[in-house]
């Protein structure tokens, strides 16, 4: 496959690489102190790029998938924070509105998603419901013209800040993954609660929060597709979010790299730089061609996604690959800074943090094999 990029596309990446280099990168340290980019995510809604790939009659930007894709991996290269927060904004907070949603559902809330005025968030996952996403606890029993929602969700991305959630909740627990459904649960909705704020290892500018829901009045019309219809509605859009994370994982395995290079040439012992000693010189050549491989497995299955094509085997093995090479990439740049590299004082340490996570969320890497798994058995039968 050629990965060759319309003039289009590389427009988007020379506009989110400048936007990041000017308005994100002063901003880093503060987000590592736990501030939450909320006037980065105004600035980049007005450049449209909380919804890249949303139709322009939905308030979007009208521009293809890869053209996102794009965008996230940008964005990483510099913030992982900023990376993920528009990954769930979008992936998993916006798309299932645009695809599931009745037309009042999408008038209503998909213009305000992809303007920026609202941020969205996705809540699958339970304290007793992580990789078993089917097995989910959360009740919505219909009463007239409401769903009362009842249960707890875990480690939500966005969670707090977003102004929507797609909510998954079982109307019929008797039927398992087939009994669950999708709500559009707004903020304010009473009796919907954000609980802790989690103390995470990296991505310190994104909020990951406990919720829950105590006799929660959801309107009926919120209902997102049919009932038990759900479970499909969060698989199908983890495809797309999926391929997101990984532009999030090369993003990070591509920082490091660069930084680490860029070290190694400036680096002397032993009379030259640390670049030409054979022990770096093929830690980095190690490195770059994981980043290679790790690049052409999320835009293959970017491409796919922007054809339509099914893409669920590719996501999981651009997810699978990228994830784990951006924790290799970012171990090896802390080795070839040394000791500077464990200190606070270079980033390395900061993209090996935010690495760790890309192997575990929107499915470990253990269900991405899984996933891809399935798929060599349907081809296979
Ligand atoms: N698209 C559409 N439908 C799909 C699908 C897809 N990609 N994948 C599965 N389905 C359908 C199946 O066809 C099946 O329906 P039928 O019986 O009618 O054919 C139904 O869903 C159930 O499928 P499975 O039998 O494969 O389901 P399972 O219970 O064995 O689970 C799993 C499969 C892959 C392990 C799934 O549970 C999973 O992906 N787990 C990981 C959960 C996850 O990724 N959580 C991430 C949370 S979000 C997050 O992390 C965001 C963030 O903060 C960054």
Do not use: W
């Amino acid at each position: 496959m050629d990965i060759v990029f319309t003039e289009e596309q590389e427009m988007m990446r020379k506009m989110v690489r400048e936007f990041a280099q000017e308005e994100i990168a002063p901003f880093v340290e503060r987000m590592e102190q736990g501030e939450f980019p909320r006037e980065i995510l105004r600035k980049m809604g007005e450049l449209g790029l909380m919804g890249i790939p949303v139709p322009e009659e939905y308030g979007g930007s009208g521009m293809d998938f890869t053209s996102y894709i794009i965008a996230i991996n940008e964005l990483s290269r510099v913030s992982a924070t900023v990376g993920v927060i528009l990954s769930v904004h979008t992936s998993v907070g916006t798309y299932p509105i645009l695809y599931f949603g009745t037309e009042e559902q999408k008038q209503k809330y998909v213009p305000r998603l992809a303007g920026g005025e609202y941020l969205g968030a996705f809540c699958l996952t339970e304290p007793g419901a992580g990789s078993d996403a089917g097995s989910l606890k959360t009740k919505a029993v219909k009463e007239g013209d409401f769903y009362r929602l009842n249960g707890s969700k875990v480690f939500i991305t966005n969670g707090g800040e977003a102004d929507t959630y797609i909510v998954f909740a079982s109307t019929n627990p008797a039927e398992g993954s087939k009994g669950v459904s999708a709500f559009i649960v707004e903020k304010e909705t009473p009796g919907f609660l954000i609980g802790k704020d989690e103390h995470k290892m990296g991505l310190h500018g994104s909020r990951t929060v406990q919720l829950s829901f105590e006799d929660a009045l959801v309107p009926a019309e919120n209902l997102l597709g049919k009932e038990g219809e759900g479970f499909k509605i969060a698989m199908a859009n983890l495809d797309s979010g999926r391929i997101g994370i990984a532009a999030q994982s090369l993003g990070i395995a591509e920082a490091a790299l660069q930084h680490a290079a860029a070290y190694a040439r400036e680096r002397h012992q032993f009379g030259k730089p640390i670049a030409a000693q054979q022990g770096i010189a093929f830690k980095l050549a190690d490195m770059a061609t994981n980043v290679e491989a790790a690049r052409l497995l999320t835009y293959q299955a970017a491409f796919l996604r922007n054809k339509g094509a099914s893409c669920g085997k590719e996501a999981s093995m651009a997810k699978l690959f990228s994830s784990k090479t951006a924790m290799e990439v970012s171990t090896e740049a802390i080795q070839v800074y040394g000791g500077y590299g464990y200190t606070k004082d270079y980033p390395a340490e900061r993209f090996f943090r935010d690495a760790k996570v890309c192997e575990i969320y929107e499915g470990t890497s253990e269900i991405q094999r899984i996933v891809i798994s399935k798929h060599l058995a349907k081809m296979n039968s």
